[in-house]
């Protein structure tokens, strides 16, 4: 009886143990299951904002591009303004000069035009004068 009863402490714990390591395996892949589904639950918004960061990244790069860009046109646009901004300046200096050329050639006409009338009625009412104009007299 003693032989049977070792023989069968002997078996139960062998079963016992094979149930427990079966056990222990399929906890294990359980839990190993578990935790790849938690991960990748968690990874999933992660790499979702990982994309949306890499895609803004792109973006602001892109923008910064386009700013100095603009930056460098808007100089370009700034200076163009000022030269023509000047040139306008030189063109209403130009514009009074001509104004005050044309006021003195107005002038100088009409004094040559009175001039010939006043030496030739000078002329007429002497005729004893010398021969010389009376424009520079």
Do not use: C, Y
């Amino acid at each position: 009886m003693e032989r049977i009863l070792k023989e069968h402490t002997a078996s139960s714990t062998h079963t016992a143990r094979t149930t427990r390591e079966r056990m222990k395996q399929e906890t294990l892949a359980s839990t190993t299951n578990l935790s790849d589904v938690l991960v990748e639950h968690a990874n999933t918004p992660v790499s979702i904002a990982f994309r949306s960061q890499q895609q803004i990244e792109t973006l602001e790069r892109s923008l910064v591009a386009e700013a100095k860009a603009f930056a460098s046109q808007s100089e370009k646009w700034i200076a163009l303004v000022a030269r023509l901004n000047s040139s306008l300046k030189e063109l209403g200096h130009v514009e009074n000069w001509v104004g005050v050329i044309e006021k003195d050639v107005g002038l100088i006409a009409a004094v040559l035009e009175e001039a010939p009338v006043a030496s030739i009625t000078s002329t007429q009412s002497q005729p004893t004068a010398p021969a010389r104009s009376s424009f520079w007299a």
